[in-house]
């Protein structure tokens, strides 16, 4: 319901519901202490409701009795809190027992009431706002006429109970300046009547209650102003809370510090004892202020408030509100969902005190859900997750949405759930406290899945045809978190024919096996084994420009490998491992082939190209050291990636397998990306203009089957070109850069690139460059367009100086 | 084989007495270079008359010639020997086939060649081919790729149908000037001749029976010259000459094994890829972590700072507990200091 939510599509959803978790969050906080407490709350209204309409003298001088008994009672208690009601009221603050309430007038009534759980400065929360909201869902817009003298004002103590009157105008006026405040004023946010709005003379009351349950004010009262039209125009006059000036501001972090409890016998205590008691207390509230933390507020913003109190002659409600609100809207803005102003203390001195509760994590609960969303027995060991968990959201930390979202990212990136919640929820037993809550719902642990494809090519009469009947596709069998521990077993199929497998059958069966070094070592590395079978065609017996159709060869690779992959960083990691293999080459019959084939001008098949295999028997079994190491630093800025990503690939031949070979193959590739323009914070969308640099080159020393050399062109090396166009070669230079402008949401580019074999394509057996026609450089450059994942470009190949029009998946870089 | 069933070079004997004489004082100068056998390849395009230039030097139908098609699909070796002395002369297919160079017939004729010995190479072109095209280059450059450029040393090149009657208002002499030049441009230009080294020689040639013979028999060419005594003169000059006999080995045809180049500095190759790549991008990657841990949001900067104090925390709650009870003992002192509030307390009367 609340808090961060990842369904397993992505953070983005997630995200949104980001926003919402702290309203939601709060809601249900509040409620949590409304219910703590019912017994004060109820008592608390009585002793109020008593004060608004008691006689003002009696309750001066009873409230001098009090001041002077409890003479560091000018501290007083405020209370703030947010509660989101029905969309009406989107926060009430809350002082409870405000200092001219009329606590003394109702015999006690001041600790019988807000001070009923003790004499702490604690939070009393009404949910106020919920209450009206029920009492103004009514289902009509029908209201009686008032019936009285145009002009009249009336004491709501007078309105008729049983007729509903329609409010015209709501108006607030300072009882000590005589004049209506403007209506921009916060305290227009506390009344909750709205003109236009219907409302019963009980309903009046409860809003003039709940106005002086707030704290907010001294007195408050409410006249209606009778209209001509039969509706009412509401006066509510008040005297605003006011307290000695201060000119200092210190925050204290109250979190997790335990209530003092006081007698419940206060009315029948006497003076002397009502003394002791205000001493007591005054001790504890010292105490409680020398325990308290300190708080993570910087000291800029607490210069900031006290540079606001020293400008004013007095400490008002207004002012304290004013001090909440920025308070708040600090923790709020740094992520601290959670935190809340509870309580302004040390009123009437020097130094006001604002009490947070910053949202102290106590305990970190992880649960699994069914499908039904029960809690149930998970699979995943807690230590999996665990490790994913960032300190941050750990017990003795601060809630805060930042680490949720990390929370939600790095438990995302383990892949095993399909729901992941993180909720962070009061603590009921610590107050102050917040539980986070990481909810999951386990994926499946085994799952199968067929998936088939059918080839469609223009017909005769250029209608789509079926390329033939035959489904080709794969059938792929996972067992994912093997003991928990995240361990998984992953087998697939796939063949051209399915009913008829044997023809071209791939497989691939991979085991994989992270934590290598043990779930609790911060080491991060994932063990992998597989076998393989894999069919690919191979680019370096592929024609030159303008060359006609090459028979094409196709490389079958059959083996297995085992690597080891550590993890960095989230993007950076380095992989070993070894490969052992057989690679076939095979010509479009399956037959293994020997040497590559041209078509000759005479149409006759030139056989004796280059030899395809090291062996030369088309059959090469070979075992080799495989690495990989990737470095790369790029964040997303509006959606764009800036930052370079370097990557170093090497392949080490062992002199093991046909005519031992030896061979040192490595690859290494640089790309920049630059922001051109610093971010745009104003429209998230935008992405800045960037501008990209990439450079690869890659070569090998030793044993090179012609399967395994180096190939320049296509749409990851030179654009414009086909697969292998330019040049199958042993060393090579690619340059490219490519200029991103950003559109709308989304960016065009213009790019150039340059590919060359330096001069190495004759160092390749039989130089399939030569003996294709291909031209061994070129260049291209173009334009293009950014459709969300699909690129709409358009290439000019500089060899044959023709350009051409491409759309791809994907990105280049 | 050959050396098995060399035939007596019984042609030599059909030439007119003047040529064989020539021929025999030729032989002679071979013999004292210690040269007891003369290998000569002839390459060509195709229907320039390699074959019938063959026929000719031998002086036997040792190659079948046809005028309408090509008959030499393969190379052939023909050899003849004359005193202890043994003439091998390797006839091949033409190098052109559908306005391309064929890489089918030069890998035959490298097959062929395969551990020969070549003292001289005749390309054979027509005299009467007006001017050196694309495809002509193609044909020497694909020679020069497939037996190395060295092979354009050893080389004579022989212009057949040279009794032609140039076009109008050019003299003879002054046509094969040109057409040679021609050739021979094309020659250093594409085997890579330096400047100051010896154009490749020229020789004309002309196989057909019309062709005029002087008195005594010897064919002779438009300007007078016999031109076969001529033409082993020049082989012989070549083989004789600076430069050295080609041997075809394996190497030669599948040009430098790149494969084993530089296989011993893999070990070194590893080293340095291991401290000059790998490492300087690992520890790119270790600034990467460092400096995201500088830069970490307020948020966990804050999230340490406070765990370190609320650690400390624990602590002070004990002592926390000593001084309470400490202070229990002063509440009385405690109690004036509320007294002292207490003054301040009236301001707030107006309450």
């Not at chain 1, 005769?460 to 794969?474: D, N």
């Not at chain 1, 080799?624 to 990557?647: A, W, Y």
């Not at chain 2, 100051?196 to 005594?216: H, I, K, M």
């Not at chain 2, 494969?259 to 893999?266: C, D, T």
């Amino acid at each position: 319901m609340a808090g961060l939510t990842c369904t397993n599509t992505g953070l983005s959803t997630g995200s949104g519901l980001l926003s919402h978790c702290a309203d939601v969050f709060i809601c249900s906080d509040s409620g949590a202490h409304s219910s703590v407490q019912p017994g004060g709350r109820g008592r608390g209204m009585r002793s109020l409701r008593g004060s608004a309409t008691g006689p003002k003298k009696q309750r001066a001088s009873s409230q001098n009795n009090v001041l002077s008994s409890f003479p560091w009672r000018r501290v007083v208690s405020c209370v703030a809190g947010v509660a989101s009601g029905f969309g009406s009221v989107s926060a009430i603050a809350i002082l409870s027992g405000g200092n001219g309430g009329g606590w003394g007038g109702e015999g006690g009534g001041y600790r019988g009431g807000g001070d009923g759980n003790g004499g702490h400065w604690w939070r009393n929360i009404f949910d106020n706002g919920m209450a009206f909201a029920d009492g103004r869902n009514d289902d009509s817009e029908q209201y009686d006429s008032h019936g009285l003298r145009v002009d009249l004002r009336v004491h709501i103590t007078k309105l008729n109970p049983n007729k509903r009157y329609k409010i015209s105008e709501v108006e607030l006026v300072d009882k000590r300046t005589k004049q209506a405040v403007s209506s921009k004023d916060p305290f227009y946010e506390l009344v909750t009547l709205r003109p236009g709005s219907i409302a019963t003379k009980a309903q009046l009351e409860s809003e003039v209650e709940n106005l002086l349950n707030c704290g907010m004010f001294q007195t408050v009262e409410m006249e209606g102003v009778t209209q001509a039209d039969g509706s009412m125009k509401m006066q509510i006059s008040f005297v605003e809370s006011q307290w000695q000036p201060a000119d200092s501001f210190r925050c204290v972090n109250v979190g997790l510090l335990s209530q003092s409890r006081l007698p419940d016998n206060e009315a029948t205590m006497n003076d002397q004892q009502r003394e002791e008691m205000a001493k007591i207390q005054e001790e504890e509230y010292k105490t409680r202020l020398r325990r308290a933390r300190p708080c993570m507020l910087p000291k800029t913003v607490e210069r900031e408030i006290s540079g606001w109190l020293r400008t004013e002659t007095r400490v008002t409600a207004r002012m304290l509100q004013k001090i909440r609100d920025r308070v708040q809207r600090w923790y709020h803005e740094e992520g601290y969902a959670c935190a809340q102003v509870v309580n302004f203390g040390n009123l009437n001195t020097n130094e006001v005190v604002c009490e947070v509760v910053e949202g102290d994590i106590t305990k970190l609960q992880i649960q699994f859900l069914d499908k039904m969303g029960t809690p149930c027995e998970g699979v995943t060991k807690l230590q999996i997750i665990g490790r994913e968990l960032p300190d941050q959201l750990r017990p003795g930390q601060v809630f805060n949405i930042e680490a949720g979202k990390k929370a939600l990212r790095n438990v995302n990136g383990l892949a095993l759930f399909s729901n992941i919640e993180v909720n962070p929820r009061p603590d009921e037993e610590t107050d102050g406290g917040i539980v986070v809550e990481v909810k999951l719902k386990e994926l499946e642990q085994k799952t199968a899945e067929v998936s088939t494809e059918w080839s469609v090519v223009p017909g005769s009469s250029g209608r789509p045809t079926l390329a033939s009947i035959r489904p080709g596709g794969s059938v792929t069998f996972e067992h994912r978190n093997l003991y928990g521990l995240n361990r998984s077993i992953l087998g697939c199929v796939t063949s051209s024919n399915l009913f008829n497998p044997q023809d071209d059958l791939g497989f691939k069966a991979e085991y994989v096996h992270p934590y290598v070094d043990g779930v609790d070592d911060p080491r991060n590395r994932t063990f992998k084994a597989s076998c393989f079978n894999s069919r690919k065609l191979s680019a370096v017996f592929t024609g030159g420009t303008g060359q006609e159709e090459v028979p094409a060869i196709w490389v079958d690779r059959a083996g297995m490998k085992v690597n080891l992959t550590e993890n960095f960083t989230r993007q950076s990691k380095l992989t070993y491992g070894l490969v052992v293999e057989e690679v076939t080459t095979r010509d479009e019959t399956s037959a293994i082939c020997t040497n590559g084939a041209r078509t000759l001008p005479s149409g006759a098949l030139s056989l004796e190209g280059p030899p395809t295999t090291h062996s030369d028997t088309g059959i090469d079994r070979v075992a080799f050291l495989q690495g990989n190491l990737t470095h790369d630093n790029t964040h997303f800025v509006n959606g764009t990636p800036v930052g370079s990503r370097n990557i170093f690939q090497w392949d080490q031949g062992l002199g093991i397998g046909s005519r031992f070979p030896f061979f040192n193959r490595h690859q290494i590739s640089l790309t920049q990306f630059v922001q051109l323009q610093p971010e745009d914070t104003k429209d998230q969308l935008k992405p800045p203009p960037v501008l990209v640099l990439h450079g690869r080159y890659g070569g090998c020393v030793g044993d090179l089957a012609t399967y395994d050399a180096f190939t320049l062109g296509g749409p990851y090396s030179v654009r414009g070109y086909n697969i292998g166009e330019l040049a199958a070669c042993r060393r090579f230079l690619e340059l490219a850069t490519e200029l991103r402008i950003p559109i709308n949401k989304t960016h065009a580019y213009g790019f150039l690139e340059y590919g060359t074999d330096l001069g190495s394509s004759k160092d390749v057996r039989g130089n399939p460059t030569e003996f294709f026609r291909r031209a061994g450089a070129g260049a291209s450059y173009g334009v293009g367009v950014k459709l969300g994942s699909i690129r709409a470009e358009w290439a000019q190949d500089c060899n044959a100086g023709s350009g051409s029009l491409f759309v791809r998946f994907g990105e280049r870089f | 084989m050959a050396t098995a069933q060399v035939r007596e070079w019984t042609g030599l004997q059909q030439f007119p007495a003047q040529t064989q004489t020539a021929l025999h004082s030729l032989l002679g100068r071979l013999r004292q270079e210690n040269m007891e056998s003369l290998t000569v390849l002839v390459l060509g395009k195709g229907g320039v008359g390699k074959s019938s230039t063959v026929n000719s030097m031998v002086g036997e139908r040792v190659a079948v010639v046809s005028a309408f098609q090509s008959e030499t699909l393969r190379p052939i070796q023909c050899s003849r020997s004359r005193a202890g002395f043994t003439l091998n002369i390797i006839d091949t297919p033409g190098l052109v086939e559908g306005g391309c160079v064929n890489d089918q017939a030069l890998d035959i004729i490298r097959r062929f060649l395969l551990n020969k010995t070549i003292d001289a190479v005749l390309y054979v072109d027509r005299l009467d081919g007006y001017r050196v095209d694309n495809l002509d280059k193609q044909v020497i450059r694909a020679i020069a790729r497939n037996f190395g450029p060295q092979i354009w040393r050893l080389a004579l090149v022989v212009l057949t149908h040279a009794q032609l009657s140039p076009p109008d208002g050019v003299e003879y002499s002054d046509f094969v000037a040109r057409r040679s030049a021609a050739l021979t441009d094309a020659i250093r230009q594409e085997a890579g001749f330096k400047k100051a080294e010896d154009t490749v020689p020229v020789v004309l040639v002309e196989n057909s029976g019309r062709c005029n013979t002087n008195t005594g028999g010897e064919k002779i060419l438009p300007d007078g010259t016999v031109w076969l005594p001529n033409l082993v003169e020049r082989i012989v000059e070549i083989a004789t000459g600076p430069a050295k006999s080609l041997l075809i080995d394996k190497k030669l045809i599948e040009g430098p094994n790149a494969n084993q180049r530089g296989k011993l500095w893999i070990p070194l190759l590893l080293l340095f890829q291991y401290f000059f790549v790998l490492k300087p991008i690992q520890s790119r990657i270790n600034r990467d972590i460092e400096d995201e841990r500088q830069n970490r949001p307020q948020w966990e900067v804050r999230a340490e700072q406070f765990r370190r104090t609320s650690m400390l925390e624990e602590e002070r709650a004990d002592e926390q507990a000593i001084t309470d009870a400490f202070k229990q003992d002063n509440l009385d002192d405690l109690g004036e200091l509320g007294d002292q509030f207490e003054g301040l307390d009236d301001d707030d009367d107006e309450f």
